[in-house]
Nanobody, 126 residues
Framework: QVQLVESGGGLVQAGGSLRLSCAAS????????MGWFRQAPGKEREFVAG????????DYADAVKGRFTISRDNDKNVVTLQMNSLKPEDTAVYFC???????????????????WGQGTRVTVSS
């Protein structure tokens, strides 16, 4: 079966860094665009970053541009999110998601993603 397993969350002080990883199994990883989303308490799940199948196209939410970097390794079936200069408003549960695509692009709409991980919690203290 399909599994997306996130890791790397935790508690960090403002200005610190975390690196999230998502290991995929049960899918042909290179056929999927991958995304990171987050959900803070009382808020809707929102797009954070996305990467195309080949990894040559990326996009970010305005709130994280310049601070977060998404990357993927199609040989290891892993997508990562490097988060720097973290702010208290980055506190949320972070989810990775897989979107089967027939072109080398990416989507920001959570509704189109096919598979989701269970999430990893990130807490940024001020």
């Amino acid at each position: 079966q399909v599994q997306l397993v996130e890791s790397g969350g935790g508690l960090v002080q403002a200005g610190g860094s975390l690196r999230l990883s998502c290991a995929a199994s049960g899918i042909t990883f290179s056929r999927y665009g991958m995304g990171w989303f987050r959900q803070a308490p009382g808020k809707e799940r929102e797009f954070v970053a996305g990467i195309s199948r080949r990894g040559d196209i990326t996009d970010y939410a305005d709130a994280v541009k310049g601070r977060f970097t998404i990357s993927r390794d199609n040989d290891k079936n892993v997508v990562t999110l490097q988060m720097n200069s973290l702010k208290p408003e980055d506190t949320a549960v972070y989810f990775c998601a897989a979107d089967k695509l027939y072109y080398d692009g990416l989507n920001k709409a959570r509704e189109v993603y096919d598979y989701w991980g269970q999430g990893t919690r990130v807490t940024v203290s001020s």
